[in-house]
């Protein structure tokens, strides 16, 4: 129960210079080690006195983890690029557009300015009893504050709640799940290169994590094939404000068209289960269709079966329906303009 | 290091949320340590069994070649009951020791079967079987005392021979419902807590955080309990003296010379009339 504010806890402060070192040092003080990239999440934790590392890995001072460069087969971003540099990048607004319009919505300029892509991706679930320091179930308790016939849970999740029905917030995941990113972690065995949906790890596997990454790993880049280059994208974020603020739900998607039908699709949608969901079956489902509004309607039809509503949030199925319609149709519209 | 992990509640109460986890190796370090200690005991030290018996031929012949232990239902029961204990405590306790998975609706719906298969043992032991036959008896404590006075090497008449079951077994059958009704009440309860896809609803407010918290620590400790009494509860199952009790749940009899041998057929009595492969002791409580 977070009861003192402002002040964090006491921690050695470790700023090393390399990725390496830093893979090092994690692996050194293994669970006791708290990482830390822009920093926006990691205060948020520790100035609330909820997570109380021994140790602070800080990675601002590891030049090699930031920047984008081209590669042979699309473009790799360093995990400690920040959202603002990915917003304004021309290879990445020229040919991955989506991801530069995700980024672009992140929270507000200052915070963009500041917070990097790894940190997006790895920041940590939103619900406000998990975040006050209740003692629920990720928090390693035995029970949800939020899913109870008051629980305040109009921002969580309609889909894969296993005893937490948290959400995953970030809105550059969802846009690398679409453009079928691949995220570069260092280990203690070597380097692991995992698909972007892979990265993530839902509370019916562990209810204490939320991705992959173990004491020891570090994620050092994004990389970006160039399967998707130029292909149409679509991202939507809906929140209660227009900056600031945390997506209620947003969808990302990356479709080829051949003659007006939908080629191939990736389509993925974060903040309606505790991790960004990629949706196959509407990928399969509208596969060789046109991309209009009929099919988006079918679409979005599609991509709301199973979701289970809790008592505040049952507004998220049909607007989940509708902004998987608007990915689909909403593309083939723009090309009218 | 405490037994019980405690955390702060809402409303700034010191709560228990579930026993340390730790606990699993000690229990599976304490299982293991006994399972030396007896096999070095038994190796070694043990003098070997003495019975009085007294049996006239007449008994004697009166005894099937095949002797009915265990009936086909308490047999199917048996396994059915093993294999999901073994499913809870796979579920339970791999995740806690590092190996992740989807692991609750297994855990619960294995639950559900245990419970289900112990609520129609106490139906089949109550009115079909010898409820009593499982529990110890007068006879019992007092060969209880005689051995271990002889294991001391102490005068003492010898022991009577067993009823159906030895009183291991009987103390075992004991603490192994104390723990199973521990994890199985418990449990019941703890499924208002998951989603059990429509069985039970939701309804965490039925016990107060404390209330709640100590159910999580009882079916805790009954669970990591169950770990040392399922290790021993094996050992025996594969130790060379014990193989025909262990064979009569799987095939249903034991053999005339072991019966003889072990239990008394005044304290047993074996029902002649039955086939050998599918009929049952009338004291079959297992």
Same mark, same amino acid.
């Given at each position: ?186 280990? %203690? =065995?070597?380097? &692991?290169?995992?698909?972007? !949906? #892979?990265?993530?790890? *839902?509370?019916?596997? +562990?209810? @204490? ?64 289960? %505790? =991790?960004?969901? &990629?949706?196959?079956?509407? !990928? #399969?489902?509208?596969? *060789?269709?046109?991309? +209009?509004? @009929? ?43 | ?286």
């Amino acid at each position: 129960m977070a009861i003192i504010r402002d002040v964090m806890p006491a921690f050695d402060l470790l700023q090393p210079g390399s990725a390496a070192d830093a893979q090092k040092l994690l692996q050194q003080h293994g669970d006791e080690a708290w990482v830390m990239a822009g920093g926006l999440d990691s205060f948020d934790w520790l100035k609330d006195r909820i997570k109380k590392p021994k140790v602070l890995v800080d990675l601002s001072g590891i030049d090699e983890l930031k920047g984008i460069r081209t590669t042979g087969d699309g473009v790799q971003i360093g995990a400690m690029t920040t959202l603002t540099e990915i917003a304004n990048h021309p290879e990445i607004k020229k040919n991955y557009s989506l991801l530069s319009d995700a980024v672009s919505l992140v929270a507000s300029p200052q915070i963009r300015n500041q917070g990097t892509l790894g940190g997006n991706v790895s920041q940590d679930v939103r619900c406000w009893y998990y975040r006050d320091g209740w003692p629920c179930y990720r928090a390693g308790g035995n029970i949800c504050y939020a899913d109870t016939p008051v629980g305040r849970n109009r921002e969580h999740a309609i889909f894969g709640a296993d005893r937490c029905v948290a959400v995953h917030p970030s809105d550059s995941a969802p846009a690398l799940i679409a453009l079928d990113a691949k995220f570069v972690i260092q280990t %203690p =065995k070597g380097e &692991r290169v995992l698909d972007a !949906e #892979d990265y993530f790890v *839902g509370p019916e596997y +562990d209810i @204490t994590r939320i991705n992959v990454l173990e004491p020891g790993y570090l994620l050092t880049a994004i990389r970006i094939p160039s399967t998707w280059a130029g292909a149409k994208f679509y991202f939507e974020k809906v929140r209660d404000r227009n900056v600031w603020d945390f997506p209620l739900m947003n969808v990302a998607s990356a479709m080829v068209l051949s003659g007006g039908n939908i080629d191939r699709i990736r389509i993925a949608v974060s903040a309606v289960s %505790p =991790k960004p969901m &990629r949706l196959k079956a509407v !990928e #399969d489902a509208v596969h *060789g269709k046109p991309a +209009d509004a @009929t099919t988006g309607a079918m679409a979005g039809k599609l991509a709301v079966q199973g979701a289970v509503p809790l008592q505040f949030n049952a507004y998220k199925i049909p607007l989940m329906r509708n902004l998987v319609k608007r990915a689909i149709g909403g593309v083939q519209e723009a090309t009218w303009a | 290091m405490g037994l019980i992990t405690w955390a702060v509640g809402p409303w700034g109460r010191l709560v228990p949320t579930h026993i340390a986890w730790y606990l699993i190796w000690v229990a599976a370090i304490a299982g293991l340590f006994f399972m030396i200690v007896h096999a070095i005991y038994v190796g070694i030290f043990a003098a070997p069994k003495k019975f009085a018996k007294n049996d006239s031929p007449a008994v004697v012949a009166s005894i099937p070649e095949r002797v009915p232990r265990h009936s086909l239902v308490a047999r199917a029961f048996h396994w059915v009951m093993a294999i999901s204990m073994f499913a809870l405590l796979i579920t339970a306790f791999l995740p806690k020791v590092g190996i992740k998975f989807d692991w609750v609706t297994y855990h619960w719906i294995a639950g559900i079967v245990l419970t289900v298969s112990i609520l129609f043992h106490i139906f089949h032991t109550s009115f079909f079987l010898d409820f009593w036959s499982i529990w110890p008896d007068k006879i019992d404590i007092r060969d209880m005392k005689r051995r271990l006075l002889r294991s001391m090497g102490k005068e003492a008449p010898p022991p009577d021979r067993f009823a159906k079951y030895p009183l291991e077994n009987k103390l075992y059958h004991a603490v192994i419902v104390l723990a199973g009704l521990a994890v199985i009440i418990t449990g019941v309860f703890m499924m208002k807590r998951v989603d059990t896809y429509g069985i039970f609803t939701r309804n965490p407010y039925i016990f107060g955080d404390m209330t709640w918290g100590m159910m999580y620590v009882l079916h805790g400790l009954a669970g990591v309990g169950l770990i040392a009494l399922i290790m021993v509860h094996i050992y025996f199952g594969i130790r060379p003296e014990k193989l025909p009790i262990t064979k009569s749940m799987i095939f249903g009899y034991m053999s005339r010379d072991f019966y003889l041998e072990e239990h008394d057929p005044e304290r047993w009595a074996v029902e002649k009339s039955s086939p050998p492969q599918e009929g049952y002791a009338p004291s079959d409580a297992d």
